[in-house]
Nanobody
Framework: QVQLVESGGGLVQAGGSLRLSCAAS????????MGWYRQAPGKQRELVAI???????ISGDSVKGRFTISRDDAKGTVFLELNSLKLEDTAVYYCNARSNSGIVYWGKGTLVTVSD
């Protein structure tokens, strides 16, 4: 089993920046992909960014050029730098990990609120 705990969410003004962290515990050695999804009120959960086990980055179109994902495999952590934040970035951000056998794990989420 893998447990994921997010931190770093909060209230920020439009145009500002925030850094999210996700710490994995348990069997972190089975983790392949690791990254972030988000869900805004009344909307479906969507991809933000993923760092694959091979080091590739997959990002959602709405965050390209503004958000940066990084990962520390030794510590089982993944980070998301959110820059040039917009009102529409307001959402609950969920950490996601997929094991090398295809099992998907989710954190409980951290709320990011962007104000004008």
């Amino acid at each position: 089993q893998v447990q994921l705990v997010e931190s770093g969410g909060g209230l920020v003004q439009a145009g500002g920046s925030l850094r999210l962290s996700c710490a994995a515990s348990g069997r972190i050695n089975v983790i392949d992909n690791m990254g972030w999804y988000r869900q805004a009120p009344g909307k479906q959960r969507e991809l933000v960014a993923i760092k694959t086990g091979g080091g590739a980055t997959i990002s959602g179109d709405s965050v390209k050029g503004r958000f940066t994902i990084s990962r520390d495999d030794a510590k089982g952590t993944v980070f998301l730098e959110l820059n040039s934040l917009k009102l529409e970035d307001t959402a609950v951000y969920y950490c996601n990990a997929r094991s090398n056998s295809g099992i998907v794990y989710w954190g409980k989420g951290t709320l990011v609120t962007v104000s004008d």
